[in-house]
């Protein structure tokens, strides 16, 4: 696969312009992996990985390791301590991701205890020193994900307030998950779902703002979606839609870099996959670890119910290997329009 050198790229370039969202078990390596066999150009991000877990888990190859073909690539960090991040950032920027963005988002209770992810939104303050800190560290673009508020907070002053701040910090890209987080009386699960949407929110934002690159996060699930989008703010990020659906990304380079779509059937980018999987299983890796992430590729299509069965009923068995996965895509079929099928050698 084609690997794009993401430095050669502004912040606010291209590259950003369609972005898979860090989403936590999901987007982990073999996903982004297979996610390249649908779209070489889409930003692609990793689970947010904490400080700490950088700065004393061991070995760091478990948190920070992925293949070449995922590029351009962003590392999540989640933290508050400035120089911890910007610790951290250097060490992402030493492996070689291409850019390096700040959870300001996550609403999980056991985040907020270590003063990470929304909760941050409550201390502007800390998030623009920490993103001072790692832009002193690194040449790589240091951005910022968040949501539109918090609890109480008034959706428009508050949010002014924070990106304003941050702005001053040095920060020029913010990527705005248009929706509150409710620390209080929600979980993570409902803070996915229950506050409303509210879209214009963060298209005001990039009109008070054009000087900012600001990209805008959150139910958003067809291409079509993400265009009308584009009229208002810099660039879009997909999440749940393109972990559940991947099919959804095999139309992005086309749609939005103007270049050839990788895979030309479901099968083909599936055929595609499979020297990945072989390493990663000649690595140690287990294949469900790696399978799960395809469940929902022939969603729609004739036995594509049979396929998931069959990957999950026997790709955790010790010594699966490639031809349960083979064994599954013979089960499937492709509409004779999408694609031809494809042979597996």
Same mark, same amino acid.
């Given at each position: 696969?084609?690997?794009? #050198? ?25 996903? *982004?992996?297979?996610? =390249? ?50 610790? %951290? ?27 990470? +992810?929304?909760?941050?939104? +409550? ?35 508050? !949010? ?7 702005? #001053? ?31 214009? *929110? ?15 996060? +959150? ?6 979606? %993400? ?52 390493? *990663? !299983? ?17 969603? +729609? %299509? ?20 490639? =031809? ?22």
């Amino acid at each position: 696969m084609q690997v794009i #050198d993401m430095k050669s790229i502004s912040p606010a370039g291209a590259a950003r312009r369609f972005s898979v969202a860090p989403m936590m078990d999901w987007t982990t390596r073999d996903y *982004r992996a297979f996610a =390249r066999t649908l779209t070489q150009r889409a930003l692609l991000y990793t689970e947010m990985v904490t400080t700490g877990a950088i700065l004393h888990g061991s070995p760091r190859e478990r948190f920070l390791g992925y293949s070449e073909v995922e590029h351009p690539l962003a590392l999540q960090l989640g933290g508050s301590d400035a120089g911890e991040l910007a610790e %951290c950032a250097a060490i992402a920027e030493a492996w070689g991701y291409d850019e390096v963005n700040l959870n300001v988002g996550c609403p999980s209770d056991r985040v907020q205890n270590n003063l990470i +992810g929304a909760c941050l939104m +409550g201390h502007p303050e800390k998030v623009a020193a920490a993103v001072k800190a790692m832009q002193a560290a690194v040449s790589i673009p240091v951005t910022v994900k968040c949501r539109i508020g918090i609890d109480d907070q008034d959706e428009d002053a508050d !949010l002014e307030h924070f990106i304003h701040q941050v702005a #001053d910090a040095g920060c020029d890209t913010f990527i705005v998950h248009a929706r509150k987080a409710w620390l209080q009386g929600l979980s993570p699960k409902q803070n996915r779902d229950v506050p409303p949407l509210n879209y214009p *929110r963060v298209q005001r934002l990039k009109q008070r703002h054009p000087e900012l690159h600001i990209g805008i996060n +959150g139910g958003i699930k067809t291409l079509e979606a %993400c265009q009308a989008q584009l009229a208002q703010v810099d660039s879009v990020m997909v999440g749940r839609e393109a972990y559940q659906n991947p099919w959804l990304l095999a139309r992005v380079d086309s749609t939005f870099f103007g270049q050839a779509d990788p895979a030309s059937s479901r099968l083909a980018a599936a055929q595609a996959f499979r020297p990945y999987i072989q390493a *990663r !299983l000649d690595e140690g890796a287990k294949l469900n670890h790696i399978s799960r992430h395809l469940l929902g590729l022939f969603q +729609g %299509c004739p036995g594509g119910r049979r396929f998931r069965r069959h990957l999950s009923e026997h790709a955790h068995l010790e010594g699966a290997g490639l =031809r349960i996965y083979d064994d599954a895509l013979s089960l499937v079929r492709e509409p004779q329009e999408a694609a031809a099928a494809v042979s597996i050698e």
